[in-house]
């Protein structure tokens, strides 16, 4: 896939190799799946999710997470196997300082895990998602670019690595292009890890050709 567009072409680059960056373990990896219900609107420049997440407990004990989330973005629910309390501490920096316009999200469950227990975590959240400071993560008609510093789906610092399957919806003049295996089209695209890594991202513009292939959307 190619964009015609110079500007856009550098960005899609610089964005895949992001993808391409197969994440180096610094910490404990706790979550080891996201399965994501992706609606982008371009033209308001927001998205609607519905995120569940497969935690795993490194520890025993495991009681308390603390994602980066954006702060922007409404709520409507979250849920666990275990039940949870949660709280957004938006005047607060989130714990990843590249996301500038997100928020610590703490979890607490409502009683610790064992360990290597798994327990699913799932959240419904829509809102806006504002333009990141460098100019990347953006949602514009002509242009759509989301990843891990936008804090579009919530996330643990210490570059976790994980693996996830990703539905996008979005008006069918869109192609869309991510890291992993994408199929799709007609405005509905799944996006499948190929291996383990530490971002999500997902690319949409009228201007993607593939070469070789048949078009992505119709």
Not at 18 to 42: C, N, Q
Not at 55 to 84: C, H, M, N, Y
Not at 89 to 109: G, N, Q, T
């Amino acid at each position: 896939m190619i964009f015609q567009n110079g500007p856009l072409r550098a960005t899609l680059l610089r964005c895949l190799r992001l993808v391409l960056f197969t994440a180096t373990v610094w910490s404990v990896e706790i979550v080891e799946h996201y399965d994501i219900r992706l609606k982008i609107h371009p033209e308001i420049s927001a998205i609607a999710a519905e995120t569940t997440m497969t935690i795993v407990a490194p520890e025993d004990r495991l009681q308390e997470l603390v994602f980066t989330f954006i702060k922007d973005l409404a709520i409507k629910s979250i849920s666990s196997d275990v039940g949870l309390s949660y709280v957004l501490k938006d005047k607060e920096p989130a714990p990843s300082r590249y996301a500038d316009h997100a928020a610590p999200l703490i979890v607490r469950f409502n009683r610790a895990l064992k360990l290597h227990e798994s327990v699913r975590l799932k959240l419904i959240y829509a809102g806006e998602v504002k333009e990141h400071a460098w100019g990347v993560n953006v949602i514009k008609p002509d242009w759509v670019e989301l990843g891990l510093y936008s804090g579009w789906f919530p996330f643990l610092e210490g570059y976790q690595s994980f693996n996830y399957d990703v539905e996008v919806r979005l008006d069918p003049k869109y192609r869309v292009a991510g890291g992993g295996d994408i199929s799709g089209r007609g405005g509905t695209y799944k996006l499948k890890s190929a291996m383990r890594t530490s971002d999500i991202v997902v690319i949409g513009s009228e201007e993607a050709v593939m070469l070789g292939a048949p078009p992505l959307s119709s």
